[in-house]
């Protein structure tokens, strides 16, 4: 056990990064100097400034806004361009009541919906409260809507409820009284910029997203083991901003039928990307006694969890994306905020629902002759569908440590969901390159090796040897982990080989040809909390007591 002890040692203090003492929080310098070199950079790239913009142009659905017209004789005007003349569905929400003109004929009339715009369920795939089939000439079409005071939404869809790709759209015009109104102008609102030179500049760092949901996680874990307060207050700040201008944000989405606006996935919530995960960092701060102000918001998205999101018959959480596919990455989107949520309501039925999630997607997505598990599995086809993915594989990694770092020592399901967790412990480390990180494709030694995945097996590991939920041998692959995770890390703090985000993919080249981003945040949270973990590890007793 000394040789294993020099091992893990001599791993982590291989670096030559100068090294800064925290001895206070009792953190290892190496380590603290990686990881607080990389989120550090990713405080100086985020921008909390609301910049006054153009609305986004949403191609779909067309919404003709009626609610302002002052005319009983109100009505609005669409163009549809069709590739081909044939029989496609019109989707349509209306306030009030409407009726539906196509090239002059009627072809329905409603009360309306009572609703301003379609569920939009899944990326790409809208619920709208009505339908009709309808005709349309190759070429222009004209639809006329006559409905005076109204919010009408509408497009034309596939049967798998995406918009149709044959069909496009002008926007709606109004005519009052015989007169169009002036074109308006493109709306202004107020968004969030990624920061000029940021090292990610996709999207910013503060707006509500999932992945910035897991980096925030990360920042808090940093700030509890450095004792270095510019971690939690950035996370502060954020919860409290993202709380400040939700009234702002609301207003653009539902007033200004700007369905793309900052933050739009709070007001959209139609799945776990939208709800769990961005959620994360509020409930922690909330559980604390930090943030009273976010618990409206966490009750609202609890609600959301708990019956709103789709389930297959067993209770699986799922997606309409395809009808209905179980995605490894929502146990993480799901089982770590009601963990968090039960610590703030004590409402044990959480845990329950946390560990049946571990369960069940074990149950669907585990392949025993390989010991990992795909990327998803299509109840409707009943088959596994997409590849071994790294991320997915580490999302439940992280996901399952989370549940039984909370769930009670007593309870019914925690033996359960620790055999998983040693199971898939086990089937990881097989598949640890040479070089100490993992793969794209987990089972694919010429996929590239990559940093999230990388970083979510180290933290699960490493977290698993400190609590004793698995042999202290397991150290020395967390050990390695990190340090080619760190390598990764440049002198101004980016981390590099993250993959970019993945849908469910039906031929490997999908996953093989996968770009990745440097100091993306799907991977940034793993990152911080690997080094937070590996620490934890080297300072527990499991591998003291080997010295």
Same mark, same amino acid.
């Given at each position: 056990m000394k040789k294993l002890l020099t091992t893990i040692c001599c791993l982590i203090s291989a670096h030559t990064l100068p090294a800064q003492t925290h001895s206070a929080a009792g953190i290892d310098g190496n380590i603290v100097e990686v990881a607080s070199r990389t989120a550090l950079r990713v405080i100086a790239d985020a921008d909390f400034n609301l910049v006054k913009l153009p609305q986004r142009a949403l191609p779909f659905p067309v919404i003709a806004d009626m609610t302002h017209s002052t005319s009983k004789n109100a009505y609005a005007e669409i163009t549809f361009e069709a590739k081909s003349s044939g029989e496609y569905i019109l989707g349509i929400d209306a306030t009030g009541s409407v009726t539906i003109l196509?090239? $002059? %004929? @009627?072809?329905?009339?409603? $009360? *309306?919906?009572? @609703?301003?715009?379609?569920? !939009?369920?899944?990326?790409?795939?809208? !619920?709208?409260?009505?339908?009709?089939?309808?005709?349309?000439? *190759? *070429?222009? $079409?004209?639809l006329t809507i006559k409905g005076p005071g109204s919010k009408v939404s509408l497009g034309i869809i596939t049967g798998e409820s995406a918009p149709s790709p044959y069909v496009s759209y002008s926007r709606a015009r109004i005519n009052e009284n015989g007169r169009w109104l002036t074109e308006p102008e493109a709306a202004m609102e107020y968004r969030l910029q990624p920061k000029p030179g940021a090292a990610f500049t996709k999207h910013p760092y503060t707006e509500w997203h999932y992945a910035n949901g897991a980096t925030m996680i990360g920042m808090l874990a940093m700030s509890d083991a450095t004792g270095e307060e510019v971690y939690a207050g950035f996370v502060d700040r954020f919860c409290r901003q993202t709380i400040a201008t939700m009234p702002l944000f609301a207003s653009q989405y539902y007033g200004q039928n700007s369905l793309r606006t900052q933050n739009y996935r709070y007001f959209r919530m139609t799945m776990l990307d939208d709800s769990g995960a961005p959620a994360l960092p509020f409930a922690e701060l909330c559980a604390r006694g930090l943030l009273p102000g976010a618990r409206g918001m966490l009750d609202t998205i609890a609600v959301y969890v708990m019956t709103g999101q789709p389930r297959l018959p067993d209770g699986t959480f799922c997606r309409p994306e395809p009808r209905w596919t179980v995605w490894a990455d929502d146990l993480f989107m799901s089982a770590p905020f009601l963990m968090r949520y039960a610590r703030i309501t004590g409402d044990h039925a959480l845990y329950d629902e946390a560990a049946r999630q571990v369960i069940l997607f074990?149950?669907?997505?585990?392949?025993?002759?390989?010991?990992?598990?795909?990327? *998803?599995?299509?109840?409707?086809? %009943?088959?596994?569908?997409?590849?071994?993915?790294g991320r997915a594989n580490g999302w439940i990694a992280w996901a399952v440590t989370e549940v039984l770092e909370g769930l009670p020592a007593d309870h019914k399901d925690r033996g359960a969901v620790l055999e998983i967790y040693r199971r898939q412990m086990a089937g990881a480390v097989k598949y640890q390159s040479p070089g100490g990180?993992?793969?794209?494709?987990? $089972?694919?030694?010429?996929?590239?090796?990559?940093?999230?995945?990388?970083?979510?097996?180290?933290?699960?590991?490493?977290?698993?040897?400190?609590?004793?939920?698995?042999?202290?041998?397991?150290?020395?692959?967390?050990?390695?982990?990190? %340090?080619a995770i760190a390598r990764r890390v440049d002198q101004n703090g980016v981390t590099t080989g993250i993959c970019q985000s993945m849908p469910i993919g039906y031929t490997m080249e999908h996953y093989l040809n996968r770009p990745t981003s440097a100091n993306d945040p799907r991977g940034m949270g793993a990152v911080l909390t690997a080094a937070v973990e590996v620490d934890r590890m080297l300072h527990s007793r499991a591998v003291q007591k080997q010295r």
């Open positions: 196509l090239n $002059n %004929k @009627k072809i329905c009339a409603s $009360n *309306g919906t009572g @609703k301003p715009f379609p569920r !939009e369920a899944a990326y790409d795939c809208y !619920e709208f409260g009505a339908t009709c089939a309808v005709s349309l000439h *190759g *070429g222009r $079409n004209t074990d149950r669907h997505l585990y392949v025993a002759s390989t010991g990992l598990f795909m990327h *998803g599995w299509n109840d409707t086809e %009943k088959c596994h569908v997409g590849a071994f993915w990180l993992w793969h794209q494709v987990l $089972n694919d030694s010429t996929s590239y090796t990559e940093t999230s995945a990388s970083a979510a097996f180290v933290l699960a590991l490493a977290r698993g040897v400190r609590n004793g939920w698995i042999g202290p041998s397991y150290a020395a692959c967390a050990a390695s982990g990190w %340090k």
